[in-house]
């Protein structure tokens, strides 16, 4: 057989071989994450400040780059990622490759119950933060009924959930290129699509949190704020003042409709 027939398979095999061994090395870097980190970030800097050692458990983590990030700033901090796609487990680890902050990523189902998943998480109802980014519209409606039953099992009382991307306000999503990102996920899978804050709301109640902060972030996103109440009228101390952020935040009481 003539060998220079062969090179062009034996070049594609050594090819395809170099990118497995890159992939053992270098992590995959999502461009939207490194867009959103800094905002996020800052957000995250208004609500915990300075606070030491607090808990923190993530879901939906991805790369590992907002942990990776986050977990940097906040140093003294326990962050716990988790994914649901095994294949981005590595990647959490390269890009949180020896800090000592950072626990070692596990696959996690959010659409099932805490009980039934493969590991137990270190700090069951005593987390402090809850983070998922961009999780809710790209996943089915079970996931975001998890998400919220399950944090009411991980969170303290008084402790916050954190949500981020984009969403329908009172049944209308915009602008135009939120309209066309709600149908482009729809066109791929009928159970994705933007979700209402209304109805996030109603979910958050009906498992003991109350959304208390919607805030305004760039690209037509926004973050939620969600908080864990205790099953009694001790919620109302743990109410925060929190902070305006110049028109871009607001607290939400019965009645308001969260529109910015």
């Given at each position: 057989m003539n060998i220079t027939l062969l090179m062009p398979f034996i070049y594609f095999g050594r090819l395809i071989r170099f990118i497995e061994r890159m992939s053992e090395t270098s992590p995959r870097i999502y461009p939207s994450a490194s867009r959103n980190e800094e905002p996020i970030l800052e957000?995250?800097?208004?609500?915990?400040?300075?606070?030491?050692?607090?808990?923190?458990?993530e879901v939906a983590a991805g790369t590992g780059q907002h942990a990776k990030a986050f977990a940097t700033h906040f140093s003294s901090a326990s962050w716990e990622p988790t994914e649901y796609d095994e294949s981005l487990l590595n990647d959490i680890k390269l890009h949180c490759k020896n800090m000592k902050n950072v626990k070692p990523p596990?696959?996690?189902?959010?659409?099932?119950?805490?009980?039934?998943?493969d590991y137990s998480p270190q700090y069951l109802g005593k987390y402090d933060v809850g983070l998922c980014i961009n999780m809710i519209h790209i996943?089915?409606?079970?996931?975001?009924?998890g998400l919220f039953s399950n944090m009411s099992k991980l969170l303290a009382y008084g402790g916050l959930l954190f949500t981020y991307g984009p969403y329908a306000?009172?049944?209308?999503?915009?602008?135009?290129?939120n309209v066309d990102f709600h149908n482009s996920l729809k066109?791929?899978?009928?159970?994705?699509?933007?979700k209402d804050i209304k109805f996030l709301r109603k979910i958050s109640k009906e498992n003991g949190l109350k959304l208390e902060m919607v805030v305004d972030m760039p690209s037509n996103n926004k973050t939620l704020v969600f908080r864990r109440l205790p099953p009694s009228s001790e919620s109302d101390k743990l109410l925060l003042t929190l902070p305006n952020r110049n028109g871009h935040g607001v607290e939400l009481k019965e009645g308001c409709n969260g529109r910015l």
């Amino acid at each position: 057989m003539n060998i220079t027939l062969l090179m062009p398979f034996i070049y594609f095999g050594r090819l395809i071989r170099f990118i497995e061994r890159m992939s053992e090395t270098s992590p995959r870097i999502y461009p939207s994450a490194s867009r959103n980190e800094e905002p996020i970030l800052e957000v995250l800097k208004q609500f915990l400040g300075h606070q030491d050692k607090i808990k923190v458990f993530e879901v939906a983590a991805g790369t590992g780059q907002h942990a990776k990030a986050f977990a940097t700033h906040f140093s003294s901090a326990s962050w716990e990622p988790t994914e649901y796609d095994e294949s981005l487990l590595n990647d959490i680890k390269l890009h949180c490759k020896n800090m000592k902050n950072v626990k070692p990523p596990q696959k996690v189902d959010i659409s099932k119950n805490v009980e039934d998943w493969d590991y137990s998480p270190q700090y069951l109802g005593k987390y402090d933060v809850g983070l998922c980014i961009n999780m809710i519209h790209i996943s089915p409606i079970e996931c975001t009924h998890g998400l919220f039953s399950n944090m009411s099992k991980l969170l303290a009382y008084g402790g916050l959930l954190f949500t981020y991307g984009p969403y329908a306000v009172d049944g209308v999503i915009s602008p135009q290129s939120n309209v066309d990102f709600h149908n482009s996920l729809k066109s791929r899978n009928p159970a994705w699509g933007l979700k209402d804050i209304k109805f996030l709301r109603k979910i958050s109640k009906e498992n003991g949190l109350k959304l208390e902060m919607v805030v305004d972030m760039p690209s037509n996103n926004k973050t939620l704020v969600f908080r864990r109440l205790p099953p009694s009228s001790e919620s109302d101390k743990l109410l925060l003042t929190l902070p305006n952020r110049n028109g871009h935040g607001v607290e939400l009481k019965e009645g308001c409709n969260g529109r910015l």
